[in-house]
C-alpha cells in the first residue's frame, strides 16, 4: 500500500503560482499513475492532472492545461503539482491519488489518497 502526503498548499494572491508536492512511500510509484484532484466547498472531486513516469504524456482537464503542470521525481517518490496564473475558481482542498494501474480521471479509479491540502486563492 501507498501512503502519501501532500503539502505545499497556502494562501495565494489571483495571478499567483504554487507548487504542490505528494510524497509517496510503502512503494516505488514508477508504474502507478498519479492524479491530482480537486475539491472546492460544495462539489464534487474534480480531476485535474494525471501521469504515469513510466513515460506516458500527462493529462489534464480543460481549466488547468497551460497553467498547471504535472511533473515527478522518480529518485524522490515525489510527485509535484506546479500552479501558476491562479484564480478563484482554483481554491480548492487538493488532494493527490494513486494507482497501480492505469487509472483514468474518476476519483473511484485511485484506492490511495493523502490527506489533501488547502489552496486559496485571494482576488
Known amino acids: 500500500q501507498v501512503q502519501l502526503v501532500e503539502s505545499g498548499g497556502g494562501l495565494v494572491q489571483a495571478g499567483g503560482s504554487l507548487r504542490l508536492s505528494c510524497a509517496a512511500s510503502?512503494?516505488?510509484?514508477?508504474?502507478?499513475?498519479m492524479a491530482w484532484f480537486r475539491q472546492a466547498p460544495g462539489k464534487e472531486r474534480e480531476f485535474v492532472a494525471a501521469?504515469?513516469?513510466?513515460?506516458?504524456?500527462?493529462n489534464y482537464v480543460e481549466s488547468v492545461k497551460g497553467r498547471f503542470t504535472i511533473s515527478g521525481d522518480i529518485a524522490k517518490n515525489t510527485v509535484y503539482l506546479q500552479m501558476s496564473s491562479l484564480d478563484a475558481e482554483d481554491t480548492a482542498v487538493y488532494y493527490c491519488?494513486?494507482?497501480?494501474?492505469?487509472?483514468?480521471?474518476?476519483?473511484?479509479?485511485?484506492?490511495?489518497w493523502g490527506q489533501g491540502t488547502q489552496v486559496t486563492v485571494s482576488s
Open positions: 491519488a494513486a494507482d497501480r494501474g492505469s487509472a483514468g480521471r474518476s476519483s473511484s479509479d485511485y484506492p490511495c
Open positions: 510503502g512503494r516505488t510509484f514508477m508504474f502507478y499513475t
Open positions: 501521469i504515469r513516469l513510466s513515460g506516458d504524456s500527462p
